[in-house]
């Protein structure tokens, strides 16, 4: 990963750690209710639809305008798709989880500007992602990371998976838009007025 995407990590962990210890004192209660949030379900819906669109943007944009940038110290919209691959590598190996072997993510975003292979490098990652996420226990969601702060654990590591791809997935609708490119989602809500606003993106 570049400095860029180390210093977002950074910060959105040290976000995290100071939330929990500016939290105020209460005296705790034992709590025998089920969690509200499952984390894990959670999470694997929202990175399945969240890869989808990436895919669905990927098609959708024509040949000649997958290496277009919007200035020449930003990434290609092909290098952006392979960021987010790369990414989904790159931010689990902060709990442990190896990439495949021969990852190059110093090479990997310039590796390719062929569609297909693009497309199968997106599902490659998505589904190392689906399968390591989905094999993780509840204990091992809670499980310390000292290296990322005092109370960071691999939960903190599968949000921050999570908050990044949506962040590149707005990058990747202003791309589209820029280029005359309507999201493939919109399209089809357009089509369908009763569908949710937030699909019209």
Not at 11 to 30: G, K, L
Not at 97 to 125: M, Q
Not at 180 to 193: D, F, L, M, S
């Amino acid at each position: 990963m570049d400095r860029f995407s180390w210093l977002l990590i950074a910060v959105v962990v040290s976000c995290i750690i100071s939330t929990r210890a500016q939290s105020p004192t209460v005296t705790r209660v034992a709590d025998s209710t089920s969690p509200s949030y499952d984390l894990k379900a959670q999470s694997l819906l929202d990175l399945g639809a969240l890869h989808k669109k990436f895919v669905d943007l990927a098609i959708a944009f024509p040949n000649d305008k997958l290496t277009w940038r919007p200035s020449a110290d930003s990434r290609s919209f092909a290098e952006v798709l392979l960021h987010v691959s790369g990414e989904r590598y790159g931010i689990l190996a902060l709990m442990g989880a190896a990439a495949p072997a021969g990852f190059d993510a110093k090479a990997y975003e310039k590796s390719t500007t062929d569609r297909d292979r693009i497309i199968a490098e997106l599902n490659k990652s998505w589904e190392f992602t689906r399968k390591t996420i989905d094999g993780m226990s509840n204990a091992e969601f809670a499980k310390l990371l000292p290296k990322l702060g005092p109370t960071a654990n691999a939960g903190d590591v599968v949000y921050i998976l999570v908050a990044d791809a949506h962040e590149h997935l707005g990058q990747c609708v202003a791309y589209a838009r820029e280029n005359g490119i309507v999201p493939p989602w919109t399209v089809e809500a357009q089509k369908n007025p009763g569908k949710k606003s937030e699909e019209k993106k």
